[in-house]
């Protein structure tokens, strides 16, 4: 098993920045790409961003791209998103995920973090 825990949301103004964090424990050998989600009130969860635990590689959902940046550091075996120039729609619980390089799906999840941004 791999434990997720996302800190970091809170609440914001049209414009500003935040960065989230998540911290990976457990079985973190078994993770091959760590992504983010988000959700918003009324919405099915959708993809943000991911990258891949070995060698970065990154992809980013339309959008989100040219503002958010995710990162890993896989010393401290934590995948982080820096949210920049963010707008109201990008309002939404924020959730982490890992995916099991054994299954190719995204079995692990954080509890979420709420990510609030005012107009």
């Known amino acids: 098993q791999v434990q997720l825990v996302e800190s970091g949301g809170g609440l914001v103004q049209a414009g500003d920045s935040l960065t989230l964090s998540c911290a990976a424990s457990?079985?973190?050998?078994?993770?091959?790409?760590m992504g983010w989600f988000r959700q918003a009130p009324g919405s099915e969860r959708e993809f943000v961003a991911r990258?891949?635990?070995?060698?970065?590689?990154?992809y980013y959902a339309d959008a989100v791209k040219g503002r958010f940046t995710i990162s890993r550091d896989t010393a401290k075996n934590t995948v982080y998103l820096q949210m920049n120039s963010l707008k109201p729609e990008d309002t939404a619980v924020y959730y982490c995920s890992a995916m099991n390089v054994a299954t190719g799906r995204y079995d692990y999840w954080g509890q979420g973090t709420q990510v609030t941004v005012s107009s």
């Open positions: 457990g079985r973190t050998f078994s993770i091959y790409t």
């Open positions: 990258i891949t635990w070995s060698d970065g590689r990154t």
